[in-house]
C-alpha cells in the first residue's frame, strides 16, 4: 500500500516536471536569484540571532529583528499571538492556496561557543545556537521574501505566511499556536532544519513527552528520628530504577532519559520534596502513550513503597510528524534541482580541523555539504530527535528538508554545533534550505493539483492513525520557561 503511494506520487511529480511550461521553469530561475538577492540580510540576521542567543519563550530581540525585516518586506504582522510574546505571524497575499513556513529562533542553555574550531565559550555557561535556529528562523524568513517577491514579479494568486514560532526546545511552542487555531485555514506547511547533510524530512521524528515528577514526603531528623520522615528523595530514586527495568521491556526505538532536579535540602533532613524531570520518546505516539502510562505506573508505585505522594505535571508533549509522500516528492525534486554546495578551501581548514573534536569514526567525508541524499536513503533513516513541528502536521499537510549546515558527522545539541551555525557554512547550507523552500511554495501556489494531492495523501495517513496530545487542553505557555 504505501509503496503504492509512493509510485503515484513520483508518477504525478514527474508528469509535473514533464509538462512545465517553460515559464514555470523560469520562475524557478528566478527564485533561485531572488533569493541570491536577498541572502547577504538574511545571512546578517542568522548571525546577529546568533549573538543574541536567547531561550525559549525569551527571544525578543530575535523575534523582534526577524518581523523588522519582514515588515520591511511588505508583510503584515500579527505579533504575540497565541499568547506568546515573541510568536508571530507575518502574511503576504490573499486568497487560496495558503502556504505556511515555518521559523524558530531559540537557543539551547550551556552551548555559548565562539565560531572556532575549538571549544571556546563566548559566555561561561551561557545558551548558545546549538541546533541552529539561528539559522532556520532567518533561512524560513529569505524564503519566504523571495516567494512574495516572485508573486509581486509574476503576479500570482494565494497567501505566503512565515509563521514565526518560540520555544521548540521543549516548550511546544506550535502546539499552543495550533491550538489557538492559527493553523486552520493553512494548505501546505513547509519547514526545514539544519542538520551535517542534506535531505527531505518526510516523517522521521519521535514523538516525546517530557514531565516533572515531584514526590511530597515528611521531613524529620535523619538520625534522631529517621522513622518519622517519609523520603521524597527515596521516592525518585525507586522512580528511577523502575524506569531503568522498564528499558528492556520496551521496543528498541524508544528513549527515555531523565535528571534529578530538586534532591533535598541537607544531608541531616528527610527531604519532604523531591523531583526528576522525565522524558520519553518513540516514532509512534500510539506507542509513546503506552509507554507513558507505564513511567506514570512506576512513579505512582514508588511513592506507595515509601510512604509519599507524586504530582505529574507534563510540561510538552510532540507528535512524530505524519509523512506525506506526495509532498516528499515534490520536495525532492526540488531540492535536486537547488544541489548542495561545496566548502570553500577556508571553509574546509575549518571543518577538518573541528572535526579532531568528535569520536573516533564520526567524520565523514566534507563532500556531504555537496551531496542530496536520496528519498529512500533519508525515510530509512532511524529517527532520532523530536520536534513540535509534529503537532502542525497531523493538523496540516506538511513537508521540511534538513540542511548541510553543520560540519559533517556534528550532532545538533553540540558545541561543534554552535559553532557551525555562527560560520559560513551554516549559511552556505541555510541558502540551500532558502531556495528548496521557495521553489516548493511556487509550485504549491501554482499548481492546484499538487495542494489537492497533499491533500490527498493527509486524509489517508488520517484514515488509520489518531492524533494524541497529553497537554492538557487548559495549560498555557509558560513564560518562566528556560529551555529543556
Not at 543574541?52 to 504575540?80: C, R
Not at 521516592?235 to 532519559?257: A, F, I, K, N, Q
Request: aromatic share 6%.
Amino acid at each position: 500500500m504505501m509503496q503504492d503511494r509512493w509510485i503515484v506520487a513520483v508518477g504525478m511529480v514527474a508528469s509535473f516536471g514533464i509538462t512545465a511550461a517553460r515559464g514555470q521553469v523560469d520562475l524557478h530561475r528566478q527564485a533561485i536569484e531572488l533569493v541570491n538577492e536577498q541572502s547577504s540580510k538574511y545571512k546578517a540576521a542568522s548571525r546577529t540571532i546568533w549573538e543574541y542567543a536567547e531561550l525559549g519563550y525569551h527571544e525578543e530581540k530575535s523575534s523582534a529583528l526577524l518581523q523588522k525585516d519582514l515588515q520591511e518586506a511588505d508583510f503584515t504582522l500579527q505579533s504575540g499571538v497565541a499568547n506568546e510574546k515573541t510568536a508571530f505571524i507575518a502574511t503576504y497575499g490573499t486568497g487560496k492556496p495558503i502556504i505556511a513556513i515555518l521559523g524558530e529562533f531559540d537557543a539551547l542553555p550551556g552551548l555559548s561557543q565562539a565560531d572556532q574550531p575549538d571549544r571556546k565559550p563566548v559566555v561561561a555557561d551561557g545558551a548558545g545556537h546549538g541546533c541552529g535556529h539561528n539559522l532556520l528562523g532567518a533561512g524560513a524568513a529569505l524564503a519566504a521574501v523571495a516567494v512574495k517577491e516572485a508573486m509581486q514579479k509574476n503576479h500570482l494568486k494565494g497567501t505566503i505566511r512565515y509563521y514565526g514560532t518560540p520555544a521548540e526546545e521543549g516548550g511546544a511552542g506550535k502546539l499552543y499556536m495550533m491550538r489557538a487555531g492559527l493553523f486552520k485555514d493553512v494548505d501546505v506547511v513547509l519547514h526545514w532544519h539544519p542538520q551535517d547533510r542534506n535531505a527531505v524530512l518526510n516523517g522521521g521524528t519521535l514523538a516525546i513527552t517530557s514531565a516533572k515528577f515531584t514526590f511530597h514526603g515528611i521531613a524529620a531528623h535523619a538520625a534522631a528520628a529517621p522513622e518519622r520522615g517519609r523520603s521524597a528523595l527515596d521516592g525518585v530514586m525507586l522512580m528511577g530504577t523502575g524506569v531503568e527495568y522498564m528499558r528492556e521491556h520496551v521496543p528498541g526505538s524508544t528513549r527515555m532519559h531523565y535528571v534529578i532536579t530538586k534532591g533535598g535540602a541537607a544531608a541531616n533532613i528527610v527531604p519532604d520534596l523531591a523531583q526528576i524531570s522525565m522524558v520519553a520518546r518513540s516514532p509512534s505516539s500510539d506507542t509513546l502513550a503506552g509507554v507513558w502510562e507505564r513511567v506514570e505506573n512506576v512513579a505512582k508505585g514508588a511513592a506507595l513503597m515509601t510512604g509519599t505522594t507524586v504530582d505529574v505535571d507534563v510540561d510538552a508533549s510532540m507528535s512524530n510528524i505524519l509523512r506525506n509522500d506526495a509532498l516528499a516528492a515534490l520536495a525532492q525534486k526540488n531540492m535536486n534541482e537547488v544541489g548542495g554546495y561545496t566548502m570553500t578551501p577556508q571553509e574546509q581548514t575549518f571543518a577538518l580541523e573541528l572535526q579532531k573534536s568528535l569520536p573516533q569514526g564520526a567524520a565523514p567525508p566534507l563532500s556531504l555539504s555537496s551531496e542530496i541524499v536520496p528519498l529512500a536513503v533519508s525515510q530509512a533513516a532511524v529517527p532520532s530527535a523530536s520536534t513540535d513541528v509534529g503537532d502542525v502536521s497531523w493538523n496540516v499537510p506538511t513537508i521540511g528538508f534538513v540542511a548541510a549546515t553543520f560540519v559533517p558527522g556534528v550532532a545538533p545539541h553540540t558545541w561543534q554545533a554552535t559553532a557551525s551555525a555562527g560560520m559560513a557554512i551554516g549559511q552556505d547550507g541555510m541558502m540551500v534550505a532558502a531556495k528548496s523552500i521557495a521553489l516548493t511554495a511556487l509550485d504549491l501556489l501554482t499548481h492546484p493539483d499538487l495542494v489537492a494531492a497533499a491533500k490527498a495523501d493527509f486524509d489517508k495517513e488520517l484514515a488509520t492513525k489518531k492524533y494524541i496530545s497529553i497537554v492538557p487542553m487548559d495549560r498555557k505557555p509558560d513564560p518562566n520557561y528556560r529551555g529543556n
